[in-house]
């Protein structure tokens, strides 16, 4: 599901392969794999029966256990399943990784990002929830293992290797596009940007049916050779030489596209040292790259010599097999062990999840409100429309939502209502009667919405002295060119870096009242002064004014009422969220950390300092 409430998202990173062993750690590939010698801990007298107490009400293991695998189980098993058939096959083929190799890769993986051993242990299992035992036996284990399995498949060629330089360091080309849908509407452009290929920009920006280049005048990041495009478009874009407008391009069904050459990158020049680091460094990129396809096939034909039985999804085999998960040939996986190693992987986010669902039920409860089926259908309706998921016929394509949203998978319906639209209909009960749209909201709303609009060049830094610095350059030669180098070169923001300065133009009321009203002070060719905004430093040049959109705010008075309560409930439902969370008494016993309720905060501190006044 893509589109969670921040106060709502789980982030989870998992490992590819995961499966919680006990005790010391075993890294011998061709001892035969047992998880009832090495379990996870299933034993009910030594776990936490309560994992979590909100406001006195308690989230149980057993709840918890069963939200995980009715989520996750499916994935899990899978993965435990894998590495089965994984250390199985290393014990056939004679396979063995010794604690040494796991170390190695360990201190290898740790100097690429620049960190001693002990430090990127301490990231990795900070980030994803799991001990260094788990990290070691279940994701550099397994890495290792299947790079061994697949090594003749990851080998590198001499061709791949000269094609991952040139796309890393060999020359690139900037290009403007115009996209179309009919070759009718791009054979006009093409005429029209040929007779005048200066204003080709401006042609992208009025015309290109691509929302994603059309802000930029077309302008898209620069090419590389070899990154993915089709070989004859590729080899057109750098035959290209700066200001040249190629022909009209179907490049797919009902889509049609003109180019123009803006910029021709020359690649770097390695030394041969420096080349030979760089082909050391690619071939473990690359291997890498290929692991991942070879490891789909290897799983593949390893599942295709035994017989897997899925049995906690089949209703007849779990009564027949009450307790088991699954089936190897003949051998079991406990549903507890599953549900264990379920809550190991992702027990932390699932008891936030119920938390702030608990902290919700408790907050409705106390308002006298509840959430009905008629919320959760109109919520989802009005996501469907805001995404613009709407038939031919102009109506809301709710299915074509629901598609979308759960990666065409069905089984996800529930757990999209459940974690996302839910908990949107709660807060929009316990916020509603706050909410208004005054005249003033919607004057502000109109301008920023339909008003005019400043086109301009900007430079990010953050760095004040390096600031002032590159002002004093661009002022010294105040061309649009000119300030557009400086920004591809000290910009440190990724998009007015890779455009040359060009960004998205300036609105009011956009949230930075200092940047707008330096922006709309500019006449065409000025320079701003440097503007501070948050820790960062920025300078403008002015390239031009948008004219207004609409100049009748009655015409738009009722989308952009809808569109701005919208934006004001957001924002209330995520401050009243904030409170909510910060008033109650949270106990997480998973994580080991606690929260007084606000009540208790205040009785504390009265207490403190009546203490100390004595």
């Known amino acids: 599901m893509k589109h969670l409430l921040a106060f709502w998202t789980v982030l989870v990173t998992a490992a590819t392969i995961c499966l919680t062993l006990a005790g010391k750690p075993t890294f011998v590939a061709a001892q035969q794999f047992d998880p009832a010698k090495n379990p996870v ?10 994992l979590a107490v909100v406001n ?18 499916k994935t899990v098993l899978e993965n435990i399943v894998n590495k089965i058939l994984v250390l199985n096959e290393c014990q056939r083929r004679g396979i063995v990784i010794t604690e040494r ?7 290898k993986n740790a100097k690429g990002v620049g960190l001693s051993a002990e430090r990127f242990m301490e990231t990795i299992c900070s980030r994803r929830n799991i001990t260094v035992d788990q990290y070691k036996n279940d994701i550099v284990w397994m890495q290792l ?11 590198v060629t001499p061709q791949e290797l000269d094609e991952q330089i040139e796309f890393e360091y060999g020359p690139k080309v ?20 040929l007779a005048d290929p200066e204003q080709f ?12 280049s059309q802000a930029m005048k077309g302008l898209l990041p620069p090419i590389a050779l070899h990154s993915g495009a089709p070989k004859s478009i590729e080899r057109l874009i750098f035959s290209m030489t700066p200001g040249q407008i190629s022909d009209v391009l179907e490049v797919a069904e009902n889509q049609f596209v003109i180019l123009q050459c803006e910029r021709i990158f020359p690649g770097a020049q390695l030394t041969e040292q420096q080349l030979a680091m760089e082909k050391e460094k690619l071939v473990t990129k690359i291997s890498e790259m290929k692991l991942a396809d070879a490891a789909t096939n290897l799983f593949k034909q390893l599942q295709d010599t035994v017989t897997i039985t899925n049995v906690m999804n089949d209703p007849e085999l779990s009564k027949r097999h009450p307790g088991i998960a699954a089936k190897v040939d003949t051998y079991e996986i406990p549903l507890r062990m599953l549900a264990e190693e379920c809550i190991a992987r992702f027990g932390h986010d699932m008891v936030e999840i119920e938390i702030n669902r608990t902290l919700l039920l408790q907050a409705l409860k106390q308002a006298g409100l509840q959430v009905t089926r008629q919320d959760i259908d109109q919520e989802i309706m009005r996501a469907a429309e805001s995404f613009g ?8 394509d709710i299915q074509a939502w629901l598609n979308y949203t759960t990666n065409n998978d069905p089984s996800k319906v529930d757990f999209y209502i459940e974690d996302e639209v839910w908990p949107t209909c709660a807060l929009k009960k316990l916020v509603a009667n706050r909410i208004s749209v005054t005249d003033e909201d919607m004057q502000k709303g109109f301008e920023a919405n339909f008003g005019p609009q400043v086109e301009v060049l900007a430079i990010v830094l953050n760095d004040q002295r390096r600031a002032l610095t590159v002002w004093n350059m661009a002022n010294a030669n105040p061309t649009e060119e000119f300030f557009g180098k400086l920004a591809a070169q000290y910009s440190i923001e990724d998009a007015s870096r890779a455009n040359n300065g060009l960004v998205p133009p300036i609105q009011k009321h956009g949230g930075r009242p200092e940047l707008e009203k330096e922006a709309f002070s500019l006449k065409v060719g000025e320079i701003s002064k440097v503007v501070q905004v948050d820790q960062y430093y920025i300078i403008l040049m002015c390239t031009g004014h948008t004219e207004p959109k609409v100049f009748d705010i009655d015409a738009v008075r009722d989308t952009l009422r809808t569109d701005i309560l919208e934006k004001k409930m957001r924002i209330a439902m995520n401050e009243r969220f904030l409170k909510i969370r910060d008033d109650a008494q949270i106990d997480n016993y998973l994580t080991g950390v606690s929260q007084a309720s606000r009540a208790q905060r205040i009785a504390a501190q009265k207490q403190e300092g009546s203490t100390t006044n004595r």
């Open 101 to 107: 190799d796991i170390n190695d890769e360990i201190v």
């Open 56 to 73: 006195g009400e308690q989230i149980t293991r057993q709840h918890v256990a069963s939200e995980c695998l009715r989520r996750y189980g």
């Open 174 to 193: 900037q290009v403007r596009e115009i996209v179309c849908e009919s070759r009718e509407e791009a054979e006009q452009l093409y005429r029209m940007a």
């Open 41 to 50: 801990n299933t034993n009910p007298e030594q776990q936490m029966q309560v």
């Open 389 to 396: 998921y709407l038939t031919p016929q102009g109506e809301v």
């Open 145 to 155: 293992a299947l790079r061994k399995l697949a090594e003749r498949q990851i080998q």
């Open 201 to 212: 920009g401006d042609l992208a920006k009025r015309y290109s049916k691509n929302p994603a």
